[in-house]
């Protein structure tokens, strides 16, 4: 068995989000001995889209994939890094006008070999409660018989004792960026054991029950947020509170920078032979 340490880090909020993942990512990668790392960005600039600078200070912090949601587009000029950078990319069950070719900027998915490992991302969009877009459970089928049929495109795993297994199957990961714990916890059965590691986002909010699930996909419902701790989902309470109690869709702001960050998110160990995951914590 080699093992191998992915880290999904739940949503950037605003510059302190950014800071906070600046200070704690490098620290995290040195301690847990982390081989691969996706950050969720979408919330980066200010609370509602990103930047091109945002991105490069998160890829620069140590993220190896950058994913996102549906506020990926609140920033126009930042749909050209979507067609420029293949490390950043939105969900793929956006319109499509074939089976997968896309009709809005970016991808949905990318497929990275480090140190020997092949690595899918991939970023699914819910839809109870959210834009009903294409179906993620049928999308996400469409893409892995994509993968299976691009099989000879994966790179061979060089295990740690020197010997090369061909062809070794990718380890996939998931972000699934939607509103509602049911339909979460349905897409993460729905793939189970066809991935290593599904993580929700979207709520900021981190839930308490990840997991291994029966076929051995890793899951958490939210990997939560990287932000303000003393805020309300990382955004101004005040703000927060006015628009609940008057229904007034007031601007929201991301709290105020006197107040520590905190990153969360996950570690799982993964079997980089089977794909199968070992174990899962919370960061």
Request: glycine content about 8%.
């Amino acid at each position: 068995m080699q093992l191998v340490k992915a880290a999904m880090i739940g949503d950037i909020v605003g510059n302190q989000g950014l800071e906070t993942l600046e200070t704690c990512l490098p620290a995290l990668i040195m301690e847990e001995n982390i081989d691969f790392v996706t950050v969720n960005g979408e919330n980066a600039a200010e609370g509602f889209g990103m930047t091109e600078s945002d991105y490069r200070r998160i890829i620069a912090a140590g993220a190896d994939v950058v994913t996102s949601g549906n506020h990926v587009w609140e920033k126009r000029e930042f749909w050209e890094v979507l067609e420029t950078e293949k490390n950043m990319i939105r969900p793929a069950n956006y319109p499509s006008s074939g089976e997968i070719s896309q009709t809005v900027s970016g991808t949905g998915f990318v497929s990275i070999n480090k140190k020997g490992i092949n690595w899918i991302v991939i970023n699914l969009q819910g839809r109870e409660h959210m834009t009903p877009i294409n179906c993620p459970f049928q999308v996400f089928d469409r893409l892995i018989k994509m993968f299976e049929g691009r099989a000879s495109d994966i790179h061979p795993l060089v295990t740690s004792d020197g010997t090369t297994v061909p062809f070794a199957l990718p380890l996939i990961l998931v972000d699934f960026h939607a509103e509602s714990s049911r339909e979460k916890e349905a897409l993460a059965y729905y793939i189970d054991g066809r991935v290593s590691l599904i993580a929700g986002t979207h709520t900021h909010v981190q839930t308490a029950d990840e997991k291994i699930l029966p076929k051995g996909s890793a899951y958490i419902t939210d990997l939560g947020m990287t932000g303000n701790v003393n805020s309300v989902i990382g955004m101004n309470p005040s703000i927060c509170i006015e628009r609940a109690r008057k229904q007034v869709l007031y601007h929201m702001e991301p709290a105020a920078l006197d107040k520590p960050g905190k990153i969360q998110g996950v570690i799982a160990e993964i079997d980089a032979k089977t794909g199968n995951a070992v174990s899962i914590k919370r960061i």
